[in-house]
Nanobody, 123 residues
Framework: QVQLVESGGGLVQAGGSLRLSCAASTRAFSGYAMAWFRQAPGKEREFVAGISATGYTTYYGDSVKGRFTISRDNAKNMVYLQMNSLKFDDTAVYYC????????????????WGPGTQVTVSS
């Protein structure tokens, strides 16, 4: 398992930007696919973005395509989520997750999770 800790959440106005970070504690970080999920109050956890172990492939949920960008730095054991043009509906707790297979979007495909960071977008 991988220890994950998210940071960078906060309160932002609609149209603004935030950058989330996720620090991973493992010597084998470059072997893990990584992803961001989010969960809004009263809703199920939703896939946001994923990145392959090498970082060469990224993929996104339909609701964030064109606005969010996932990236990783394997030398620093870090994953990032750049969020632009934020909307009220982006308000949620954002979770970083690690898995052993690339191109996955289901929660069950990720075995390690961080505690989450709150993102609140004011309208």
């Amino acid at each position: 398992q991988v220890q994950l800790v998210e940071s960078g959440g906060g309160l932002v106005q609609a149209g603004g930007s935030l950058r989330l970070s996720c620090a991973a504690s493992t010597r084998a970080f470059s072997g893990y696919a990584m992803a961001w999920f989010r969960q809004a109050p009263g809703k199920e956890r939703e896939f946001v973005a994923g990145i392959s172990a090498t970082g060469y492939t990224t993929y996104y949920g339909d609701s964030v395509k064109g606005r969010f960008t996932i990236s990783r730095d394997n030398a620093k054991n870090m994953v990032y989520l750049q969020m632009n043009s934020l909307k009220f509906d982006d308000t949620a707790v954002y979770y970083c997750a690690a898995g052993e297979r690339n191109m996955r979007t289901l929660e069950a495909d990720f075995g390690s999770w961080g505690p989450g960071t709150q993102v609140t977008v004011s309208s």
